[in-house]
């Protein structure tokens, strides 16, 4: 059964046109991470959650936000879509056991036109 | 800043035979965990195999090995009797004090 699931897998946009995300896991682990990634490039951190704490990498645009409302749920909000922001996005748990270990969501593939 | 290093940006390999994957780091650090991630053409990513840092045994998954060299700050991945559905980006991860640091990727062919 999968762990992390991701809605919508597919999604178009028109250019700066808001779009939301959303991310689910079934295991209630306390941390979890979006990540860009980019055609041919590795993912790259947007930012996490420790329980309710929000942590921002410091070269997050402005235009990406986020919001956890409970242990299962977080999404991921794009306000003014750029055609830069088409890419894969990525939403990872960890948790308890092992700490460490990230388990991905299968993506979402976001094409701003 | 820790870095990671994967050398080789694509490999083939012939149905049934090895392939290695080759991953260096940079850290100070003197506990961290390394992680192999599978990316194949869905774009999933997938858990091949975990390292802690403070164990000297290489971790094994079924086919999956690594040779952990932590002096020489190495983490390489060995494919053994290698399957179509191994072909796939191959990602070397580090887990420090920092968030994860992924490696570029190494796009690995298996040839039927």
């Known amino acids: 059964d999968a762990m992390v699931i991701q809605n919508p897998r597919y999604q178009v946009t028109q250019f700066g046109k808001p779009v939301t995300l959303s991310c689910s896991q079934t295991?209630?682990?306390?941390?979890m991470y979006w990540y860009q990634q980019k055609s041919s490039q590795a993912p790259k951190l947007l930012f996490h959650y420790y329980d309710k704490d929000f942590n921002n990498e410091a070269d997050t645009p402005d235009n990406f936000q986020s919001r956890r409302p409970n242990t299962s749920f977080c999404f991921l909000d794009i306000r003014s879509p750029g055609l830069g922001d088409t890419a894969m996005y990525l939403c990872a748990i960890s948790g308890p056991s092992p700490p460490d270990t990230q388990y991905f969501g299968p993506g979402t593939r976001l094409t701003v036109l | 800043a820790q870095t990671v290093t994967q050398s080789q940006p694509e490999m083939s390999v012939q149905e049934a035979e090895t392939v290695t994957l080759s991953c260096t780091y940079d850290t100070s650090e003197s506990d961290y965990y390394l992680f192999w991630y599978k990316q194949p053409p869905s774009r999933q990513m997938i858990l091949v195999i975990r390292q802690e840092a403070y164990k000297q045994q290489n971790a094994t998954e079924n086919r999956f090995s690594v040779n952990f060299q932590k002096a020489a700050k190495s983490f390489s991945l060995k494919i053994s009797d290698s399957q179509l559905g191994d072909a796939a980006m191959y990602f070397c991860a580090y887990l420090g004090n920092t968030p994860l640091v992924f490696g570029k990727g190494t796009r690995l062919s298996v040839i039927a």
């Open positions: 295991l209630n682990h306390n941390v």
